[in-house]
């Protein structure tokens, strides 16, 4: 589990974003201000920080340098638009993001950074002996490569930035449907996930990595 830490002064923003990462799968840590946020980087190490520029006790650059010395990456979260702001974010941090902000777009983006960062943080595990390195883009089981075919792994990668959550039929066609255009429609997806299945799982009869939510779609945990 990849650890969140959220330096914040505003505390509804605070709570609203610890609610939503760890719904997302984060361990979440949370500090009000400079002072704790240098504290939690001395006692342990998040895998990322989130570092809203102004502080009550403080300055977000102070505690990006503190974060950099030990090489973590930052994702600045701030009102602040001005162009001299962004421009010393985007050089001292990996990404900068204005408030108010979307938190899928958020998500997306503390991905990317994690991504970035951590070369094995590519390869993820789906159980049953099943790995995938979305940077190769390769799928293997126990470490032999298993072919997929370019839809199949789409529809495979969906399911990756998706985890715990419930994809609906529909949600699923619009996500691929850029690589598989008018080729797919409802039945068709049927018979995707179905071949997915027959190359990913060990018994497709009673899949363990893509579960069927009856009547509403799949789920991938
Ligand atoms: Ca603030």
Redesign the pocket.
Known sequence: MQTVLIV???RAITLSLEEFLSGEGFDVQTAPGEKKALQLLASGRPDILLV?????DGSGFSVCRAAKALKLPVIFL??RSDEESVVQGLDMGDDYISKPFRPRELLSRIRNVLRYYGADSSVVSLGGGITADTEKGVVSRNGDPIALSALEYRLLLVFIDNRGRLLTRNKLLEDIWDIAGDFVNDNTLTVYIKRLREKIEEDPQDPKIIKTVRGIGYRMD
């Open positions: 914040e002064d505003d809203d520029l102004g502080l009550a701030t009102a």
